[in-house]
């Protein structure tokens, strides 16, 4: 079975940090872009960051940019986002998600989330 | 950057055929997705490539995408439809999604 396991989410403070974490099984993970998607509290998909095959080529939306990091290991099958600076804004449903395309999308298999909340 | 522009909400009677709506520059020059999310559910991906259905995605889903509007349409709605839909393409370098529309059958 196709799989995608999200973990490492929880309450953090606002300027602290995490390490959300996306265990992959049943698919050759190292062909594949991989992504995160998140969706804050009754709103909307937003896009996030994606990483290519080899860790080579990262972009991220321009929220992100400066304070979270995609990377990935191909040797465990994992996709990581470390988040830093966190803010209120920030507090959502992190999902991690298979690109069948290439950057592109679609999103063909999605994992089940990890809720980030950002508060005092 | 890229945007997306997805109306809020349509209602459809069971058994009619429903049409969302996705808007963007030039969009039709790209491939569309949509993707199906039910409360408290993650998404799934229902349309690829503007036209294409994942295996197991029912025959009365279906896309288009032409000039700059991608449209899922969904016909013989059922009550199982109602749920939030999302389109979703790409700009150079980043993906974007449509704001989401929600599928109310009545």
């Known amino acids: 079975e196709v799989l995608l396991v999200e973990s490492g989410g929880g309450l953090v403070q606002p300027g602290g940090s995490l390490r959300l974490s996306c265990a992959a099984s049943?698919?050759?993970?190292?062909?594949?872009?991989m992504n995160w998607v998140r969706q804050a509290p009754g709103k909307g998909l937003e896009w996030v960051a994606n990483i290519n095959q080899e860790g080579s080529e990262k972009y991220y939306v321009d929220s992100a940019k400066g304070r979270f990091t995609i990377s990935r290991d191909n040797a465990k099958n994992s996709l990581y986002l470390q988040v830093n600076g966190l803010r209120a804004e920030d507090t959502a449903v992190y999902y991690c998600?298979?690109?069948?395309?290439?950057?592109?999308?679609?999103?063909?298999?999605w994992g089940q989330g990890t809720v980030v909340t950002v508060s005092s | 950057s890229h945007e997306l522009t997805q109306p809020p909400s349509v209602s459809v009677s069971p058994g009619q055929t429903a049409s969302i709506t996705c808007s963007g520059d030039k969009l039709g020059s790209q491939f569309a997705s949509w993707y199906q999310q039910k409360p408290g559910q993650s998404p799934v991906l229902v349309i690829y490539?503007?036209?294409k259905r994942p295996s197991g995605i029912p025959e009365r889903f279906s896309g288009s995408n032409s000039g700059n509007t991608a449209t899922l349409t969904v016909s013989g709605t059922q009550a199982m439809d109602e749920a939030d839909y999302y389109c979703q393409a790409w700009d150079r370098t980043t993906v974007v999604f449509g704001g989401g529309t929600k599928l109310t059958v009545l």
């Open positions: 049943g698919f050759t993970f190292r062909t594949y872009w």
């Open positions: 998600a298979r690109d069948a395309g290439a950057a592109s999308g679609p999103f063909d298999i």
């Open positions: 490539q503007d036209v």
